[in-house]
Nanobody, 124 residues
């Protein structure tokens, strides 16, 4: 399984960005997918996740109401729509794949594959 994240960039506070993550693998539609982020000097933290059917989503409290995770199984791609961005959202954003079932998708150990990350910088 390989993941390729894109869509990061520099944006002013209050602005929006849409991240994409293309995933290789024949069973994409069965994966739970997640986004994490890591700011300089901080641990990688959970941002959002979506189950294989798309029927259930999870969000960190810090992004709830501002970020939306979605997936397109036909394109094997997961998205993260980020609105009302704040300087504290500045980080490298990583997409991840969970192949195992039954794990809580809000923790790093639940994921099996990771993308290379895309930088998001929000200026004040």
């Amino acid at each position: 399984v390989q993941l390729q994240a894109s869509g990061g960039g520099l944006v002013q506070a209050g602005g929006s960005l849409r991240l994409s993550c293309a995933v290789s693998g024949r069973t994409f539609s069965s994966y739970t997918l997640g986004w994490f982020r890591q700011a300089p000097g901080k641990e990688r933290e959970f941002v959002a996740a979506i189950t294989w059917s798309g029927s259930t989503t999870y969000y960190a409290d810090s992004v709830k109401g501002r970020f939306t995770i979605s997936r397109d199984n036909a394109k094997s791609t997961v998205y993260l729509e980020m609105n009302s961005l704040k300087p504290e959202d500045t980080a490298v954003y990583y997409c991840a794949v969970q192949r195992r079932y039954g794990l809580v998708p809000t923790t790093r150990p639940a994921y099996d594959y990771w993308g290379q990350g895309t930088q998001v910088t929000v200026s004040s």
